[in-house]
């Protein structure tokens, strides 16, 4: 992230990935509040030895952070657009 911090795309790729990841840790995870939304198929393959709940943690709160980097360098990018915009009128 730190050689391409300054790329949209990058960023947004990232968090699509993520948030991707994070819902099928939480799919394959054996919590309870998970498994009612799964299918009966996806039941049968969760993870029955395996606590994933701390690592779809992690990683929410790694694309949060993304996400708010991202909405930073967007109002820095779009500010002085916006701002130059209202000043025509």
């Not at 391409?4 to 394959?28: M, P, R, T």
Request: aromatic share 12%; with cysteine; net charge positive.
């Amino acid at each position: 992230m730190k050689r391409k911090d300054d790329l949209f795309e990058y960023k947004i790729f990232w968090i699509c990935n993520l948030c991707q990841l994070v819902n099928c840790l939480k799919q394959f995870s054996n919590d309870p509040v998970f498994r009612k939304e799964n299918t009966s198929k996806q039941n049968d393959q969760c993870l029955k030895n395996l606590n994933l709940s701390e690592f779809h943690t992690i990683i929410k709160d790694l694309a949060d952070k993304l996400l708010q980097e991202l909405i930073k360098q967007f109002e820095t990018k779009l500010g002085p657009i916006i701002s130059n915009r209202y000043i025509h009128y």
